[in-house]
Antibody, heavy 122, light 110 residues
Framework: QLQLQESGPGLVKPSETLSLTCTVS??????????WGWIRQPPGMGLECIGT???????YASPSLKSRVTISVDTSKNQFSLRLSSVTAADTAVYYC??????????????WGQGTLVTVSS | QSVLTQPPSVSAAPGQRVTISCSGS????????VSWYQQLPGTAPKLLIY???KRPSGIPDRFSGSKSGTSATLGITGLQTGDEADYYC???????????FGGGTKLTVL
């Protein structure tokens, strides 16, 4: 059974870089024809797709976040990661990782990790 | 402001049927498949519908999806109190080259 688990600091200072890792178990990132994604949800608000990545390193990122986002993959650890630079309070959110099913970069997110709350505060 | 537009809330009585709309444009819904997610309070979203109208294994047939032009609809029949949740639509936006979501709809079962 495929499972995803987010990990990383729960508190980040303004202007610093948020770093999260998603560990995939139950399947190999590099052996499947799927993209993997990061989605966030500010408290009390809706979902926002941050970006997606293929095991080869090909990425797609939300235009509104593209200049601050780096998504990378480590196939040896079966993990993919998110770095978001120059964070502000507006980046406070629950961050989810998920598998993108379907054909290539277009599809649906399933399954999702349980999510991790990241608070930006001094 | 979300790329896809959903009503903020809908409500209906137990046993009744409800529909949730998701409106977009030719760059997203009009030319790409739509998926739907259910988010129960305090939990991660769960896939309900993919490819406009397909249900993953384990999702009851009370949940259905459809698409027409640049709009999609999620239908739920035989409403139960356990269906109270936030529901989101999602799809690929070809102009943005990104996956996008609707703003979410809160379902209340009265």
């Amino acid at each position: 059974q495929l499972q995803l688990q987010e990990s990383g600091p729960g508190l980040v200072k303004p202007s610093e870089t948020l770093s999260l890792t998603c560990t995939v178990s139950g399947d190999s990132i590099s052996s499947t024809n799927y993209y993997w994604g990061w989605i966030r949800q500010p408290p009390g608000m809706g979902l926002e797709c941050i970006g997606t990545i293929y095991f080869s390193g090909a990425t797609y990122a939300s235009p509104s976040l593209k200049s601050r986002v780096t998504i990378s993959v480590d196939t040896s650890k079966n993990q993919f990661s998110l770095r978001l630079s120059s964070v502000t309070a507006a980046d406070t959110a629950v961050y989810y990782c998920a598998k993108l099913g379907g054909s290539g970069k277009i599809g649906w997110f399933d399954p999702w990790g349980q999510g991790t709350l990241v608070t930006v505060s001094s | 402001q979300s790329v896809l537009t959903q009503p903020p809330s809908v409500s209906a009585a137990p046993g009744q049927r409800v529909t949730i709309s998701c409106s977009g444009s030719s760059s997203n819904i009009g030319n790409n498949y739509v998926s739907w997610y259910q988010q129960l309070p305090g939990t991660a979203p769960k896939l309900l519908i993919y490819d406009n109208n397909k249900r993953p294994s384990g999702i009851p047939d009370r949940f259905s999806g459809s698409k027409s032009g640049t709009s999609a609809t999620l239908g739920i029949t035989g409403l139960q109190t356990g269906d109270e949740a936030d529901y989101y639509c999602g799809t690929w936006d070809s102009s943005l080259s990104a996956m996008v979501f609707g703003g979410g709809t809160k379902l209340t079962v009265l």
